[in-house]
């Protein structure tokens, strides 16, 4: 069963400093799918960024990238120049297409951005 | 369509209670899962449909949780004889196509006193 780790249960950060969020996971397949999510407070959860793991490349989007080490099953999210509405919970999910297309994901970082 | 909607958002039950949950996905998604979460916890996957079949329900906590997406529309997420452990978050996502991202609704919080 596949299964992910994020060893950081809470972090801080300065506003427009950068953060990094660490993620690992564990599985045998070679075909799948990586996902940050972000969970606001009493707010629902929204894609930050995926990442297909046949692609060599990083992902990014805006101020987000990852660090993806496809041989150490390691899936690091990068925030540049965080902003206060980055303060959330941050949940790393894997999915690999055909496991009944369910997300599995990992326990969450609490991201707090301070002014 | 402004996105995955569930309801109600908040549910208050005695133990020993039926509750069912309401999800509606993004109109044109023909996948649609239902995820359980605790507090301080990650999102916990409990069943999925594709359209109107439910795939994959062995991960339904018990044979008192069950599931059921009609017309492959809109879904419902029934617990009956409700236990305090059953008090969470339960979320619903949908997406569409064979690998693409889940959108989720708010959810709806569950507390069994």
């Known amino acids: 069963a596949q299964t992910v780790t994020q060893s950081q249960p809470e972090m801080s950060v300065q506003e427009a400093e950068t953060v990094t969020l660490s993620c690992t996971y564990d599985?045998?397949?070679?075909?799948?799918?990586l996902f940050w999510y972000k969970q606001p407070p009493s707010r629902q959860m929204i894609l930050v960024i995926r990442?297909?793991?046949?692609?060599?490349q990083n992902a990014t989007e805006n101020r987000f990238s990852v660090n993806f080490q496809k041989a150490a099953k390691s899936f690091s999210l990068k925030i540049s120049d965080s902003q206060l509405g980055d303060t959330a919970m941050y949940f790393c999910?894997?999915?690999?297409?055909?496991?009944?297309?369910?997300?599995?994901f990992g326990p969450g970082t609490r991201l707090s951005v301070l002014p | 369509d402004t996105g995955v909607s569930q309801d109600p958002r908040h549910k208050i039950t005695k133990r020993g209670q039926n509750v069912t949950f309401r999800c509606d996905p993004i109109?044109?998604?023909?996948?649609l899962y239902w995820y359980r979460q605790t507090l301080g916890q990650g999102p916990e996957f409990l069943t999925y449909?594709?359209?109107?079949?439910?795939?994959?329900k062995s991960r339904l906590l018990s044979d008192r949780f069950s599931a059921e997406r009609p017309k492959g529309s809109f879904s419902t997420l029934e617990i009956q004889r409700t236990e305090q452990g059953d008090s969470a978050m339960y979320l619903c996502?949908?997406?569409?196509?064979?690998?693409?991202?889940?959108?989720f609704g708010q959810g709806t919080r569950l507390t069994v006193v």
């Open positions: 999910a894997f999915m690999k297409p055909d496991y009944g297309q369910n997300f599995v």
């Open positions: 599985t045998s397949e070679n075909n799948y799918y």
């Open positions: 990442q297909e793991a046949y692609k060599q």
């Open positions: 996502a949908s997406s569409l196509g064979t690998v693409t991202e889940a959108f």
């Open positions: 109109s044109e998604h023909n996948r």
């Open positions: 449909f594709q359209n109107e079949a439910q795939l994959e």
